[in-house]
């Protein structure tokens, strides 16, 4: 039987980047979660994906076709990392959104930004995994956010 806490630890190893997924929830209120495991996944068709645990109360909202945004963060947005990954009633007080061409919430100050659909919803053991098909993004300059051991960095080159 593997330790989970220690197997999150030697995961944790791997610096990861930040992003907040943001989507409307069934009401129509903008809601988000903080994800590590975004990735790029197929430059044709445009395709990314990331994971979220089965018991995440977000996890219910990710289907085939909902739209969503992959709002990879920079380094000042730590606090906002943090915020997304509480359960609060309102996740998005104090952040700055827009729209985009999917009807989801964008995070103004991410540092690049994928709109998507979902275009499949895989099971991955305890987590689903989410592939979203891009349909706009953008991005520009500045500093990402990692994660690396439990705590948030910005990057320093060698
Ligand atoms: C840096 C960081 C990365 C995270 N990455 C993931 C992830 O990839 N998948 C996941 O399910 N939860 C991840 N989490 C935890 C969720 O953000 C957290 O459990 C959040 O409360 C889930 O939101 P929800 O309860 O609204 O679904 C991460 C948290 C942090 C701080």
């Known amino acids: 039987m593997t330790d989970p806490r220690a197997l999150r630890n030697a995961f944790g190893v791997l610096p990861t980047g930040v992003a907040v997924v ?3 929830d069934e009401a129509g209120k903008p809601t988000g ?3 590590g495991s975004f990735a790029s996944l197929s430059l044709d068709p445009a395709l ?3 994971s979220l645990g089965k018991a995440q109360a977000s996890a ?3 289907t085939v076709g909902v739209p969503f945004v992959v709002n990879v963060l920079p380094h000042e947005l730590s606090d906002v990392a943090w915020q997304f990954a509480k359960p609060l009633e309102d996740k998005c007080e104090g952040v700055a959104l827009s729209d985009t061409v999917v009807d989801a919430p964008r995070l103004r100050d991410g540092i690049a930004h994928f709109a998507c659909h ?3 919803i895989h099971d991955g053991g305890d987590h689903i995994i989410v592939v979203g098909q891009i349909e706009d993004f953008d991005h520009r300059d500045g500093e990402a956010l990692v994660f690396y051991r439990g705590g948030m960095h910005r990057p320093a080159p060698l």
Do not use: I
């Open 60 to 62: 219910r909202l990710f």
């Open 48 to 50: 990314c994906l990331f």
């Open 22 to 24: 943001s989507l409307f």
């Open 118 to 120: 979902g275009h499949a």
């Open 33 to 35: 979660v903080t994800v």
